[in-house]
């Protein structure tokens, strides 16, 4: 097959699975942001971008802080896109190519918000989505109400490109955002201050996790879904 058959072979593969988002990006110019033992990382230079949505009535019930059952919904989505990933990654394995899942949630350091990578950084090149006034990744269809995995492979996949898209007079997350991290220039996001009321959050749930989710609820995008 020639990377486009590989690429469409691959997507039906992770809808099956209950993808809802995919994308492939091209990871050549990307192997300094990505942080795995050098030995595994040369060779793979595709990442492959996989979404699900959150479900939107739980999103809706947040409020002034995150629910408990968002908490747990949030953890779940994650814990589902791991073994999506796991599937997705055995898949490409069995087919005689490399392939690395990347955890959906595993922090390496919470003061400097780094990862083994950015799954909105591979969601971006992948052309899932673009970055968002809340420095988060926007899609059309779900807005910011979807989570990411990626997985590192040396398939030789057709890839996809950046969308030139903005959220352009939309200011509703800016507008909810009770630490005022989020600026009409998606430049100025004040990231400390967003990790401040993400600890505040966590001691009021109480929560395992630093999350938040309002300005998620805000950013809701186009989808047919029956929402709130």
Known sequence: MNDKELYDDLKQCALRLGAELFGVADLSKEKDKIEIDSEVLPDLNRGICLGVSLNPFIVSAIIELPTRLYSHHYKTTNTFLDILALKVAKYVINKGHRAVAIPASQILDWKKQTAHLSHKRMGYLAGIGWIGRNN???????????????????????????????????????????????????????HISCFEQLKAFQKKIPANQYICGICIKACKGNSKRALP
Do not use: H, W
Request: glycine residues 2%; aromatic residues 6%; proline residues 5%.
């Open 136 to 190: 988060l990744l926007v899609n059309e269809r779900y807005g910011c109400q979807f989570r990411l995995v990626t997985i590192l492979t040396d398939m030789p996949l057709a890839v996809d490109k950046p969308k030139d898209l903005t959220c352009a007079e939309c200011v509703s997350c800016v507008k909810v955002c009770p630490a005022d991290a989020i600026k009409e220039n998606c430049e100025d996001f004040d």
